[in-house]
């Protein structure tokens, strides 16, 4: 397994909002040493690593340029990749995974790697909302249920045992309807209709935020965050979530200062981060650090920084938050993997800093960047996010999945950007 081995990235749409098309300008990171994209007309292209056959074009064997995923039903809407596996969500609802499968993290009903994609059992419709990370997956359905499958040694698929599962599962015991699911390194928290935030799993640096230490093997109440959150992120064992009044609070492992706030001290209990910008629309947390948008001042990073993921170009931590350096003005969104983070300008490029030993910034090296660099397609060209395809190559990319030594969401990001698309279409969504 690769050091990153967690996911920190996948598309989250509100309980009862399946898009029919995918929302604009929107990244999300994927995880292990492989990078997937939904392109504009739905399809899915992946690179990088393909031991375990997690492209999904039927073979596995590495590809340094992009492949399309093959046998996909219909449009994709979202992706989200764990430790050497994907799983794609369909327009229609339904989920597909493929590759690395010794846990049963594809659902599929064995525990036997495949490298196409593959309908999970029993989710052929109603789903909204998928996350991936390590190795357990979750969806949100759309009667507001989740369901996980894959490992459980901790709890973290939330049914009360810690039974590995190689179909779905559901969570049992969480209040009220679930809009939006994150899956951390080891545990899992939902987020509920009202604003409230339970998590379940791995405790061992208080990143379920109950107050405590102790494993939790179904959901439970997040202390002080009964209400007023409106996105949730967990990364590898700390968590965040972006509040309805302003700013964010975050809680954990916080050794490398990943929580924000100007301590290296754990937290079982959420803590409010210092130092963000005006007018937080986003947060996304990483492996050991954590990044957030704000709408006047770009994007500010903190935590871990010894391959530049804090984008300062700099490499040295920071447990408070500190400005990624030559950004253009108007960042539309932010996603963080592991040890790395991408944003989307106003102008659709795409730039990326951290991490980079496996190409996963994607700007045709391996080479670790402490400042954002553009993104290039093949041939060389600056990678543009864009609504239609382009006159050449591949299609131009909408949704970059970039992953490598990656991880975990940009639930806050992405779950604002589905009530963006709510509201366009008069769904009333907040």
């Avoid at 994927?30 to 899915?44: F, K, M, P, Q, W």
């Avoid at 039927?58 to 809407?77: F, I, K, N, S």
């Avoid at 409010?272 to 948008?293: H, K, Q, Y």
């Amino acid at each position: 397994m690769g050091a990153g081995g967690l996911v920190l990235g996948a598309l989250l749409l509100p309980a009862g909002a399946r898009a029919a098309e995918p929302p604009a300008l929107t990244v999300s990171i994927a995880a292990s040493e492989h990078s997937c994209a939904i392109v504009s007309d739905g399809r899915v292209w992946c690179w990088g690593a393909n031991g375990n056959g997690q492209l999904g074009d039927g073979t596995m064997l590495d590809r340094h340029q992009p492949v399309e995923v093959v046998g996909l039903p219909g449009a994709t809407v979202a992706v989200a990749a764990g430790d050497r596996s994907t799983c794609a969500l369909s327009a229609a609802g339904a989920v597909t995974c493929w590759g690395y499968n010794e846990f049963g993290q594809l659902g599929i009903g064995t525990t036997t790697d495949t490298a196409v994609p593959t309908s999970v059992t029993g989710l052929a419709s109603g789903v909204t909302a998928i996350s991936a990370r390590g190795e357990h997956t979750c969806a949100v359905t759309d009667a507001g249920a989740v369901r996980c499958w894959g490992a459980n040694v901790n709890g973290q698929l939330g049914d009360g045992t810690h039974v590995n599962s190689d179909v779905p599962t559901e969570v049992s015991g969480l209040a009220g309807r679930t809009v939006a699911i994150t899956v951390g390194g080891e545990h899992s928290c939902a987020l509920s209709e009202p604003g409230g935030v339970a998590c379940w799993g791995w405790n061992k640096t208080g990143q379920l935020g109950d107050g405590t230490t102790v494993d939790r093997e179904s959901p439970t109440p997040i202390e002080g965050l009964a209400s007023g959150v409106r996105a949730i992120a967990g990364g590898g064992r700390h968590t965040c979530a972006l509040m309805e009044a302003g700013g964010a609070r975050c809680w954990g492992y916080n050794e490398l200062g990943q929580l924000g706030d100007g301590t290296r001290t754990d937290r079982a209990t959420p803590v409010d981060v210092v130092g963000l910008p005006g007018g937080t629309t986003a947060i996304s947390v990483g492996g050991n650090f954590t990044c957030a948008l704000g709408s006047a001042r770009g994007a500010v990073c903190w935590g871990l920084n010894s391959a530049g993921q804090l984008g300062n170009g700099a490499t040295t931590d920071s447990a408070s938050a500190v400005e990624v350096s030559g950004l253009p003005s108007g960042i539309a969104e932010i996603a963080c993997g592991y040890n790395h983070t991408c944003v989307i300008a106003a102008d659709g490029g795409v730039r990326c800093w951290g991490l980079n030993d496996a190409g996963q910034l994607g700007d045709a090296s391996t080479t670790d960047r402490a400042t954002p660099v553009a993104v290039t397609a093949v041939g060389g060209t600056p990678l543009v996010a864009a609504t239609k395809r382009g006159p050449e190559g591949p299609p131009a990319i909408l949704f970059p999945i970039i992953g490598s030594v990656a991880a975990l969401l940009v639930a806050g990001l992405l779950l604002l950007t589905a009530r963006r698309l709510l509201r366009r279409r008069g769904a009333g969504a907040s």
